[in-house]
């Protein structure tokens, strides 16, 4: 990779030497007195911020449909502990992407782009377009699968998913966007409820959790793709831009750096929670033999479980899809907005600025809704099958974008003293390795597989 050029380390240690507010941001608008303690009550601005959003909009369509699909075709065991492991990672992840937007005032696309050069900039930018598009058409997907349990017509379903996406782009202020955000996060937990209801062991759970069995019975390549699929649902490229970016279009700085670290954990909490939760209220289905695949053009897995867990349970489970789905949108499309918008230089990129003054950031936002939306609709698509593909795709891709962020992470002369420790950086390391090895892994099991070579 290109060595950094000292006009990036001028630019960088620029903004470590006293701007408090970041250069990069006072083009948007923002101002250094809007400080995060001043816009929220402490204790509300713990569970509102960049952080949390990431963690919970990850908990997002194909992810919950990935963890239910896990629950309803393995049942409890070896994968809920799993998906504890995954959170953990994704804390790791994110809460260096925080610490480096904060550190520098710059978003992630910005930062490679200049620390890495043209090429690896706009490569990781369009890496991120393309994965971006196939989960938002699956976050469409989600609505549409949550909404279809209440009668709503596709195309209705698929119009409220672009609307609100148009509304948190015109809401005029990155914090009127932030709160719209994180007050649908907050029906996360409509999972939790349903997992309840489902009526699960106690001993099945406690067991799965302190022994990590019973593993699962299925082929190599069926446990490879259910495997990636889970990774993928929480360590995602699109998480890193947007917690970065997002960051500094929320105003933080190094003084915020505990603050971020606080949200981003308490967000990875709050999501492993809600993410076993649905696991675990998928797992009637798992005991009562259900064949998912009979549900895939209808409204899913509420419409399966309506008549084991009744009927409000099921409703909760559709609402529940409407929200991961509404929340991801949001957060998915401002990763995209942000990442394209960094790369033209003078162009606005920031939810503080009017769509007339930053017009590819918002039409990017919203166009990518649009464009989700139109697919969607295209009679005959495999729905389910398209959302536990997205999360693969996802873990494919992401060892590029980790490598990126540890080296940037790691770098004394971008960081300063906020540099990764050395612990920190041997856990990042070991993420990537492990992301890679299980996308690699049932890539090649894959590829061995349709040339009629079976391994195992």
Same mark, same amino acid.
């Given at each position: 990779?290109?060595?950094?050029?000292?006009?990036?380390?001028?630019?960088?240690?620029?903004?470590?030497?006293?701007?408090?507010?970041?250069?990069?941001?006072?083009?948007?608008?923002?101002?250094?007195?809007?400080?995060?303690?001043?816009?929220?009550?402490?204790?509300?601005?713990?569970?509102?911020?960049?952080?949390?959003?990431?963690?919970?909009?990850?908990?997002?369509?194909?992810?919950?449909?990935?963890?239910?699909?896990?629950?309803?075709?393995?049942?409890?065991?070896?994968?809920?502990?799993?998906?504890?492991?995954?959170?953990?990672?994704?804390?790791?992840?994110?809460?260096?992407?925080?610490?480096?937007?904060?550190?520098?005032?710059?978003?992630?696309?910005?930062?490679?782009?200049?620390?890495?050069?043209?090429?690896?900039?706009?490569?990781?930018?369009?890496?991120?377009?393309?994965?971006?598009?196939?989960?938002?058409?699956?976050?469409?997907?989600?609505?549409?699968?949550?909404?279809?349990?209440?009668?709503?017509?596709?195309?209705?379903?698929?119009?409220?998913?672009?609307?609100?996406?148009?509304?948190?782009?015109?809401?005029?202020?990155?914090?009127?966007?932030?709160?719209?955000?994180?007050?649908?996060?907050?029906?996360?937990?409509?999972?939790?409820?349903?997992?309840?209801?489902?009526?699960?062991?106690?001993?099945?759970?406690?067991?799965?959790?302190?022994?990590?069995?019973?593993?699962?019975?299925?082929?190599?390549?069926?446990?490879?793709?259910?495997?990636?699929?889970?990774?993928?649902?929480?360590?995602?490229?699109?998480?890193?831009?947007?917690?970065?970016?997002?960051?500094?279009?929320?105003?933080?700085?190094?003084?915020?750096?505990?603050?971020?670290?606080?949200?981003?954990?308490?967000?990875?909490?709050?999501?492993?929670?809600?993410?076993?939760?649905?696991?675990?209220?998928?797992?009637?289905?798992?005991?009562?033999?259900?064949?998912?695949?009979?549900?895939?053009?209808? #409204? $899913?897995? =509420?419409? &399966?479980?309506?008549?084991?867990? +009744? !009927?409000? /349970?099921?409703?909760? @489970?559709?609402?529940?899809?409407?929200?991961?789905?509404?929340?991801?949108?949001?957060?998915?499309?401002?990763?995209?907005?942000?990442?394209?918008?960094?790369?033209?230089?003078?162009?606005?990129?920031?939810?503080?600025?009017?769509?007339?003054?930053?017009?590819?950031?918002?039409?990017?936002?919203?166009?990518?809704?649009?464009?989700?939306?139109?697919?969607?609709?295209?009679?005959?698509?495999?729905?389910?099958?398209?959302?536990?593909?997205?999360?693969?795709?996802?873990?494919?891709?992401?060892?590029?974008?980790?490598?990126?962020?540890?080296?940037?992470?790691?770098?004394?002369?971008?960081?300063?003293?906020?540099?990764?420790?050395?612990?920190?950086?041997?856990?990042?390391?070991?993420?990537?390795?492990?992301?890679?090895? #299980? $996308?690699? =892994?049932? &890539?090649?099991?894959?590829?061995? +597989? !349709?040339? /009629?070579?079976?391994? @195992?």
């Amino acid at each position: 990779m290109p060595a950094p050029s000292d006009v990036v380390f001028a630019e960088v240690q620029g903004d470590l030497c006293g701007h408090a507010g970041g250069i990069a941001r006072a083009a948007d608008g923002l101002a250094a007195k809007k400080r995060i303690g001043l816009r929220l009550p402490a204790l509300a601005a713990l569970f509102v911020g960049p952080g949390a959003l990431a963690m919970l909009g990850e908990n997002d369509g194909p992810s919950m449909l990935s963890y239910a699909t896990s629950g309803a075709t393995y049942g409890l065991g070896f994968l809920l502990p799993f998906i504890v492991l995954t959170f953990a990672a994704a804390y790791v992840v994110q809460e260096m992407a925080m610490r480096l937007g904060a550190v520098t005032g710059r978003g992630y696309g910005e930062l490679v782009f200049q620390r890495f050069g043209r090429f690896w900039g706009w490569t990781s930018t369009a890496d991120l377009a393309l994965t971006n598009l196939i989960t938002m058409i699956t976050e469409v997907i989600a609505i549409r699968l949550g909404m279809g349990f209440f009668g709503v017509p596709a195309w209705a379903a698929v119009a409220c998913a672009v609307l609100l996406v148009a509304i948190g782009s015109w809401a005029g202020r990155y914090s009127s966007w932030e709160r719209l955000a994180a007050g649908l996060a907050v029906f996360n937990l409509l999972f939790v409820v349903v997992a309840i209801v489902a009526r699960p062991s106690a001993h099945d759970i406690a067991n799965a959790m302190a022994t990590w069995n019973p593993l699962p019975k299925a082929t190599v390549p069926a446990f490879l793709l259910i495997l990636a699929s889970n990774i993928g649902a929480t360590v995602t490229p699109w998480m890193l831009f947007f917690q970065q970016s997002a960051s500094v279009d929320k105003g933080m700085t190094r003084r915020d750096i505990r603050h971020g670290r606080q949200n981003t954990a308490i967000g990875a909490v709050i999501a492993a929670v809600t993410g076993c939760a649905a696991l675990v209220a998928a797992t009637p289905l798992f005991n009562h033999h259900i064949d998912m695949s009979r549900y895939q053009g209808g #409204a $899913g897995f =509420a419409e &399966a479980l309506r008549p084991i867990i +009744g !009927a409000p /349970g099921a409703a909760l @489970f559709a609402v529940g899809l409407v929200e991961a789905g509404a929340v991801a949108m949001l957060t998915i499309s401002a990763s995209s907005a942000y990442s394209i918008a960094e790369l033209i230089s003078g162009a606005g990129r920031s939810f503080n600025v009017s769509p007339a003054q930053a017009p590819l950031f918002h039409a990017t936002n919203v166009g990518i809704a649009v464009l989700a939306g139109i697919v969607v609709l295209i009679p005959g698509a495999p729905l389910l099958t398209l959302s536990l593909n997205a999360n693969l795709l996802a873990t494919i891709l992401m060892p590029a974008s980790l490598v990126f962020l540890l080296i940037m992470s790691s770098d004394r002369q971008i960081m300063g003293a906020n540099v990764n420790g050395r612990t920190k950086t041997v856990l990042g390391v070991a993420i990537a390795v492990l992301v890679a090895l #299980a $996308g690699s =892994a049932y &890539a090649a099991v894959g590829f061995l +597989g !349709a040339l /009629g070579i079976h391994p @195992f």
